[in-house]
């Protein structure tokens, strides 16, 4: 695990911006696996950026987004997909039919997890993974106590995770839904490159079990110690926890 300790969110964005350019470059099909959140946004603004100035195309390639909300309706405006579209692929000219995201509206809910594994699967897996990571350890929606062999499969949130995510939802907690369809530790950990961008004194604890705690389900991220290839992207403050 590296682990890297910028100055601002403009050299954390550059430096995850630069992971996705130098892949791009020689494989301009790549797939990419994203998070939703505050975290990854500077990345996705450098990259949107790049398009934007002719230096990089991003037209070939496809995302699989780690999660969605269960219950909300397609196209609403804090549903992960809707964010993920308005942050990254939309202004980065990446054709919504190679956006993917699991089905949180689907009927049967199991059946589009598997779905949804099958669906990675068969783009041949994720070559990086950008991850941010909750104030409680967790990376997608694989709260504490997640199997560390998990695969997608439905979640209950945990009430912090929601009222860390009550802002989505003009700051109502009770707005903010109780299930979610989320990518599982071990399918994460299938990506071949995963960098984690964590900011703010907020995910101090977390980054800390993160980099120097046992591997555990208690703290979910953990497992990326057993990763060959992760880049951890931190601020001051969210490296203040580091020994
Ligand atoms: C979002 C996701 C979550 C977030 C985490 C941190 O797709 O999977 O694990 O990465 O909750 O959220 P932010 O970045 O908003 O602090």
């Known amino acids: 695990m590296e ?25 301009p099909e790549a797939v990419l696996g994203v998070a939703t959140g505050s ?6 603004a450098e990259l949107v950026a790049r398009v934007r100035a002719g230096e990089l195309d991003l037209s070939g390639v496809s995302t699989f987004s780690l999660d969605e909300y269960v219950g909300l309706p397609e196209g609403h405006p804090a549903s992960y997909r809707t964010e993920i579209r308005r942050e990254l692929t939309d202004p980065a000219g990446i054709p919504p039919e190679r956006v993917h995201s699991p089905q949180g509206s689907a009927g049967d809910l199991p059946a589009a997890a598997r779905a949804y594994e099958k669906r990675i699967a068969a783009a041949g897996g994720v ?37 860390d995510n009550a802002r989505f939802f003009d700051g109502d907690t009770d707005a903010v839904p109780t299930h ?4 599982g530790l071990a399918t994460i950990m299938q990506a071949r490159h995963v960098v984690l961008v964590a900011t703010g004194e907020g995910k101090a604890r977390a980054v800390a079990q993160l980099v120097e705690g046992a591997v555990s389900a208690r703290w979910p991220a953990t497992v990326l110690q057993w990763h060959p290839h992760v880049s951890v992207l931190l601020d001051e403050a969210a490296a203040a926890g580091l020994g």
């Open 127 to 163: 070559d990086v993974q950008l991850l941010g990571i909750g104030s409680d350890g967790h990376i997608a929606f694989n709260e504490p106590g997640s199997s560390l062999a998990s695969r997608t499969r439905i979640k209950t949130l945990t009430r912090r995770t929601r009222e």
């Open 3 to 27: 682990v890297v300790i910028c100055r601002d969110e403009e050299e954390i964005g550059r430096l995850g911006a630069d992971v996705v350019s130098r892949l791009v470059r020689t494989r």
């Open 180 to 183: 979610c369809l989320t990518q």
């Open 39 to 44: 975290s990854p946004r500077p990345v996705y």
